[in-house]
């Protein structure tokens, strides 16, 4: 018995690093490629770059205009994730406490937004007629959009573990509304709100899609249309193509690094009745 379990054990590590090895190894070839020069960039291997060439990133910077870009992106995957989470916190606080036959229906038709697909030919009618297209507040309102559904479902969870009794108490105590929302039910919901707050930001981060619809300036483009673009002029240039990934996931994978914890905490947090 002893042995057929280290057997197991052992044909499962050997899956999982193999699977793992599909995510690093294009990952080692972008990091190592992007400190390559120009001539031994084009054998694009795993070998380590005789001479570092650090210069690269800078030439990204300045060609690719990748400083404008990284503050739009974080303007608009910030700003959307502030609203997105607290509006989800508020929503899912409402929906949990009154599980009546309307809300729940209500409930049900925003985390729909889940999975229901974007007609972007009349989205785009919309913004229009909004005048939203082609400006920050625009793009912002629709990464909110496509960003709340999901965080209500996630913080939904974790607040109908909250026990009721601390709505009561805080009432007799003569919180308000608003009060027992944000100074009594909002802390509480931390680790939710991080989890949520985490992969807002990298779904909002990493968005392609809507920017290429609804922003049509280059002086807008957040960073994801900033790499499309510098890969259509620079093409032949892999070491530079390397170290523009490089520099637009770097963001990604510091704040997924940070908030780790926060994320496997979230997601079982809900999970366990406090």
Not at 87 to 107: E, H, P
Not at 171 to 194: E, H, S
Not at 204 to 222: D, Q
Request: with cysteine; hydrophobic share 55%.
């Amino acid at each position: 018995m002893k042995t057929k379990r280290i057997i197991q054990a052992t044909i499962q590590n050997i899956i999982a690093w193999m699977v793992s090895l599909t995510v690093i190894v294009p990952m080692l070839l972008i990091i190592i490629n992007a400190f390559k020069s120009d001539g031994e960039v084009m054998q694009m291997n795993l070998t380590l770059p005789k001479v570092w060439n650090f210069s690269n990133f800078a030439t990204v910077i300045e060609k690719g205009k990748l400083l404008q870009s990284f503050f739009n992106s974080l303007l608009y995957a910030g700003a959307a994730t502030v609203i997105a989470i607290t509006l989800a916190c508020m929503a899912a606080y409402v929906f949990s406490r009154r599980r009546t036959k309307g809300f729940n229906a209500v409930y049900m038709y925003v985390i729909l937004g889940m999975v229901i697909p974007v007609n972007y030919v009349a989205l785009m009618k919309v913004m229009q007629t909004l005048h939203l297209n082609n400006n920050a507040l625009g793009i912002i309102l629709l990464y909110v959009a496509m960003q709340t559904p999901f965080s209500v479902f996630l913080i939904y969870g974790f607040v109908s573990k909250l026990p009721v009794e601390l709505d009561e108490a805080a009432v007799i105590d003569g919180c308000g509304p608003c009060t027992l929302f944000f100074r009594i039910i909002f802390p509480l919901l931390k680790p939710a709100i991080v989890t949520a707050a985490v992969l807002c930001f990298l779904n909002t981060w990493n968005e392609f899609v809507m920017p290429l619809y609804f922003l049509n300036s280059s002086e807008k483009w957040p960073m994801t249309l900033a790499v499309y673009n510098f890969f259509g002029q620079y093409e032949m240039s892999w070491h530079l193509i390397c170290a523009d990934v490089l520099l637009t996931c770097a963001p990604v994978l510091i704040i997924y690094l940070l908030g780790q914890k926060y994320i496997v905490g979230g997601q079982t947090a809900g999970a366990v009745k406090g």
